[in-house]
């Protein structure tokens, strides 16, 4: 069986304990193995051309200075951050979102005017951590 990835899963049969190695088919059982292994591995890449492989996104509503949790074990080092206010000024006033710390579990942040208030309001934020061949960061 050709591997279904990337457009679907597979489904594979494992093997038990008490199964000979005909039943389900030793042969075949490693072809599609391989076959999926191909296939992630050309998704995937090479060197520099491997995708990021720390990603996450959210909305946030911010209150002042507020720390923003990210998903639990995504992040190995502390990722890159980017965050926009999801509302917009008049004329006469401009909002800034601003990052205070990153870390690998929380993102410290706040939206403030033009004229240097702390504003409360809905932020849009990403957080990407590249691989190694990739950036630093």
Same mark, same amino acid.
């Given at each position: 069986m050709p591997t279904n990835y990337p +457009?679907?899963? *597979? =489904?594979?049969?494992?093997p038990t304990a008490n199964d000979s190695l005909? &039943?389900?088919?030793?042969?075949t059982q490693h072809a599609n193995a391989n076959d999926?292994?191909?296939?992630?591995?050309a998704k995937? /890449? &090479? /060197?520099?051309?491997?995708?990021?492989?720390?990603?996450?996104? /959210?909305?946030a509503t &911010?209150?002042?200075? +507020?720390?923003v949790t990210m998903p639990a074990s995504r992040f190995t080092q502390n990722p890159l951050v980017q965050i926009t206010p999801s509302f917009g000024g008049s004329s006469s006033n401009s909002f800034y979102?601003?990052? &205070?710390? +990153? /870390?690998?579990?929380s993102?410290?942040?706040?939206?403030?005017r =033009? *004229?240097?208030v702390l504003t409360n309001g809905d932020v849009h934020w990403f957080a990407i951590q590249m691989t190694s061949a990739a950036s630093a960061g």
């Open positions: +457009t679907s899963l *597979d =489904n594979f049969t494992n005909n &039943l389900p088919s030793h042969s999926a292994i191909e296939a992630i591995e995937l /890449g &090479l /060197g520099a051309n491997v995708m990021p492989y720390a990603f996450s996104a /959210g909305t &911010l209150t002042g200075v +507020t720390a979102a601003v990052i &205070l710390s +990153t /870390g690998t579990t993102v410290s942040m706040y939206v403030v =033009n *004229d240097g």
